[in-house]
């Protein structure tokens, strides 16, 4: 039974989810938008959220917080001084997942993942 297990595992160990998750939350960040599997992107979706939340306090402990993930300095001077305000009303949803078709090597359905009102 899976009470209390929450959360993909995405055929890795856990030090390579989180390796993972800091490197698309990185691109992201970067790009504004990234191609991914949809089952990677899901998993994105919440963690990007998370981390956009809690830069939307802008002092500096929620700047040593998103610092622990994101440690690309340039990024997360964009993200704390660009992104980061853009968001300041909305109630969350900074994030949308359009599906693509199957990619054509394995047949993997693919996915776009992409910061919402962010230009």
Do not use: C, W
Not at 16 to 33: E, G, I, S
Not at 44 to 60: F, H, M, P
Not at 61 to 74: P, Y
Not at 97 to 114: F, P
Request: aromatic share 6%.
């Amino acid at each position: 039974m899976r009470h209390l297990s929450s959360g993909r595992k995405l055929n890795r160990s856990s030090s390579h989810r989180v390796a993972l998750n800091r490197a698309q939350a990185t691109a992201l960040f970067r790009h504004n938008r990234i191609t991914t599997t949809i089952t990677k992107a899901k998993n994105l979706q919440s963690y990007v959220e998370k981390l956009i939340t809690t830069a939307r306090g802008g002092d500096l402990h929620a700047r040593r917080l998103v610092a622990r993930e994101i440690h690309d300095k340039d990024i997360l001077r964009k993200l704390m001084d660009e992104i980061a305000p853009v968001y300041k009303t909305r109630p969350g949803g900074y994030t949308r997942i359009y599906r693509l078709g199957h990619r054509r090597g394995d047949a993997t359905q693919e996915a776009i993942i992409e910061l919402v009102d962010f230009e």
